[in-house]
């Protein structure tokens, strides 16, 4: 019984994680999060960049409005949202498209931004026979007062929601 139970213990730390947090100590953290739809990595693409505002959880803005998050997709432009008296702010800057592909952005999302901390969070869209692997990753570095250990999981559950939820809204169609 014992033996049993070593070897399925064994096999539970061999299998690949696809979900959470990959590593965190008080210089940085790294969370990645995967979802497979039966969408065509295309459909992803667009529904990602193009109509964020449909699957981005409007309490992880800064307006409190989805409505006002959007892309602009090119080397250099922005996930970004507009705020109240023709305000702007930056949540990420794009510094890799393929599109069908992958999105690669710079940045510090939310509460971040206040800290001496950057990120870089990737987009992956990969073809599978029926459909496509969709993963988000998010690495963030730096030296904020408090280190970064205390926060990797709140961020790592606000990367798996947004994922959850394009994963809802490309099931709907």
């Not at 505002?53 to 992880?60: C, T």
């Not at 999105?103 to 990120?119: E, K, N, S, T, Y």
């Not at 690495?139 to 394009?166: C, W, Y």
Request: proline share 5%; hydrophobic share 40%.
């Amino acid at each position: 019984m014992l033996r049993l139970a070593f070897i399925l213990l064994l096999t539970v730390l061999t299998v690949p994680v696809h979900a959470g947090i990959i590593s965190v100590d008080e210089y940085g953290f790294s969370v990645s999060h995967e979802i497979s739809v039966e969408a065509e990595p295309f459909v992803v693409y667009r529904t990602m960049a193009f109509h964020i505002s449909e699957w981005w959880n409007p309490d992880h803005s800064i307006s409190g409005k989805a409505a006002n998050l959007y892309m602009k997709v090119e080397r250099g432009g922005c996930f970004c949202e507009r705020l109240p008296n023709n305000g702007r702010v930056e949540h990420l800057r794009i510094i890799y498209f393929s599109p069908g592909e992958e999105i690669r952005f710079d940045g510090a999302l939310g509460p971040l931004q206040a800290m001496p901390v950057d990120g870089r969070m990737i987009w992956k869209i990969e073809p599978m026979e029926a459909g496509s692997k969709v993963s988000f990753t998010y690495m963030v570095f730096g030296h904020p007062e408090g280190g970064l250990e205390g926060i990797a999981s709140a961020v790592d559950g606000v990367i798996e929601e947004q994922l959850n939820r394009l994963e809802t809204r490309l099931n709907r169609d």
